[in-house]
């Protein structure tokens, strides 16, 4: 019974494994946020909830996905991956994901036409770069950072306003996400040569790939400065918007002086952190709390 009850503990640690469980939260709750951004103020739940699975169970479900399709890549880069590694299967992967996805447009139904179609889009583009655009290199990181850009976008259509603030934060969330897909590929050349990918990693080397991804993380610093500009924006906005930018400058510079597979690991996942003080900060100045 114990040996049992390990088993399928480490088995649904497998599964959340794949969902990669704070890019889910990060992503729900831009929508969150967008919706917050939209109205002024924080929406109510029967708005909040749903709008928040939408995004989150879309993303876990492409994330699976992600894994099904990469697990040869994975092998090389990254063989301790639940599939990679053999302890989930693919079917079941692939049936999980279907679950997560179909849920999510579920969701995205309860809030209304528009948002369904958006979702619709979302899924058939992260449907698209999963099967062929991971393998475009550029186009691929520009189909995904457009998908982490959307919720905010979202969150505006959820409760019918959309702002010119809210297209701001969108453009934000692009460039950031943009540049840390553009340095995720500079640990995985080895295997996205393989997979006959072509990021500008593989395309025109790592230390090129990081200048274009820190230029990407200067640009979204200097278009922080643009909100206070298109929109009411509150002195909440500020201190972590501050942070945000201060840890993006940093990691521009780590990747400009030492583009190796090691560090620029490191610099991907500190970029989520600085992502979510931008996320939080665009909540407390874009809102009445």
Do not use: H
Request: with cysteine; glycine share 8%; charged share 10%.
């Amino acid at each position: 019974m114990v040996r049992q009850s390990i088993s399928t503990t480490a088995r649904l640690s497998d599964y959340l494994t794949l969902i990669r469980i704070p890019n889910c939260v990060m992503i729900g709750l831009a929508v969150v946020v967008g919706e917050a951004i939209a109205l002024g103020t924080i929406p109510s739940v029967d708005k909040a909830l749903p709008g928040l699975l939408t995004a989150s169970l879309m993303m876990a479900g492409t994330m699976v996905m992600n894994d099904v399709y990469d697990v040869e890549v994975d092998r090389v880069n990254n063989p301790n991956r639940p599939i990679a590694a053999g302890r989930v299967g693919a079917n079941g992967a692939l049936a999980f994901a279907s679950v997560l996805s179909l849920t999510s447009i579920f969701f995205a139904a309860v809030l209304g036409l528009w948002t369904l179609l958006t979702a619709l889009l979302a899924l058939a583009l992260m449907t698209y770069y999963n099967t062929r655009g991971k393998r475009t290199g550029l186009l691929g990181n520009m189909v995904v950072s457009f998908n982490v850009a959307l919720p905010f976008f979202y969150g505006g259509l959820a409760v019918e306003s959309l702002k010119p603030l809210v297209v701001t934060f969108s453009a934000l969330a692009f460039l950031a996400n943009l540049g840390r897909e553009i340095a995720k590929g500079i640990p995985d050349v080895q295997g996205d040569r393989l997979m006959g990918a072509r990021t500008l990693a593989v395309s025109l080397g790592p230390r090129a790939a990081g200048v274009v991804s820190a230029s990407l993380f200067v640009a979204a610093v200097v278009l922080s400065a643009l909100p206070p500009l298109v929109g009411d924006v509150s002195f909440l906005y500020f201190p972590l918007v501050a942070i945000a930018d201060a840890g993006f400058l940093y990691s521009s510079l780590r990747l400009v002086v030492d583009p190796s597979p090691e560090p620029v690991r490191k610099i991907k996942a500190w970029v989520l952190v600085w992502m979510l003080c931008g996320l939080v900060g665009f909540l407390l100045g874009g809102t009445t709390l």
